[in-house]
Nanobody, 120 residues
Framework: QVQLVESGGGLVQPGGSLRLSCAASGSIFSIYTMGWYRQAPGKQRELVAV???????NYPDSVKGRFTISRDNAKKTVYLQMNSLKPEDTAVYYC??????????????WGQGTQVTVSS
């Protein structure tokens, strides 16, 4: 079984910064794509950032230049550095891992979600 545990969410003022972390544990052989998604009340879940095993990055225009995704394969952890936060960034943030398991299967896993609130 694989588990993802997120941390780092909270309340921050507009213009502030937060750093989210998501660490995986369990029978993981290899980690392929890691990513962050978010879901605001009444809205669909949307992509925030993706980083592949080859370190290719992808961001939507709404966060480009403000958010940075990074990964530490040895720690099985993905990070999301969020700067210049805006009220519209308020949402529950979910991490996502696409992994190869020790039994040869490939599966996708989601974190439990962490609340980010940007408000004065």
């Amino acid at each position: 079984q694989v588990q993802l545990v997120e941390s780092g969410g909270g309340l921050v003022q507009p213009g502030g910064s937060l750093r989210l972390s998501c660490a995986a544990s369990g029978s993981i052989f290899s980690i392929y794509t890691m990513g962050w998604y978010r879901q605001a009340p009444g809205k669909q879940r949307e992509l925030v950032a993706v980083i592949t095993n080859g370190r290719t990055l992808n961001y939507p225009d709404s966060v480009k230049g403000r958010f940075t995704i990074s990964r530490d394969n040895a720690k099985k952890t993905v990070y999301l550095q969020m700067n210049s936060l805006k009220p519209e960034d308020t949402a529950v943030y979910y991490c996502y891992f696409n992994v190869g398991l020790v039994d040869g299967r490939t599966r996708a896993y989601w974190g439990q979600g962490t609340q980010v609130t940007v408000s004065s």
